[in-house]
């Protein structure tokens, strides 16, 4: 069990029997007054948010969320399907619970599947991957009033910022935790 001391930024824990994380933290103390831990916790199986607050006494447990290797297979409908790469067993993720991390997936790529009492509930992305830009505005010479940058469609649809020698048909590398261009891949 944790101690509200202990709910940090990353954590995995239960809440009602479902797994969250803890996206967000905040201690404060006031006078007289017990401890108090405002939180923003993530449901790790359909992706909702919801802020809690945990008093000084209370107490909660953490999660058990194993962790393996996957491979993005295909999406269809509101469904995300992916294999367990030891078991070979295929499993589906719902739309609302991958959120963001559509913008990153090819077909092929390798995550990390989060389990949870032995069922496949999420996914964790690499921190960079690479993607193929399929629209880019042409860059055009002395075009840096705006700071150099231009925005450009990659395979997923998402759309990134990028310098602007950035071309359709490169391949670019993205930070999946802040969405930012990293550099352009090696051909």
Known sequence: MLNISDIKTGKKIVLDGEPFAV??????KMGRAGAVMRTKLKNLTNG??????????DKVEEADISKSKAQFLYFEGENFNFMDNETYDQFVINKEAI?????????????????FNDN????????????????APPGLKGDTQSGGDKLVIVETGAKFTTPLFIETGDKIIINTESGTYVSRAEK
Do not use: C, R, W
């Open 23 to 28: 996206i967000y933290n905040e201690h404060s």
């Open 48 to 57: 909702a948010v919801k802020d809690k607050t945990f008093q000084g006494a």
């Open 99 to 115: 959120d963001k991390a559509q913008d990153y997936l090819t077909e092929g790529m390798e995550v990390t599947m989060l389990n």
């Open 120 to 135: 496949p509930i999420n996914i964790e992305l690499p921190v960079k991957v690479t993607l193929e830009v399929t629209e």
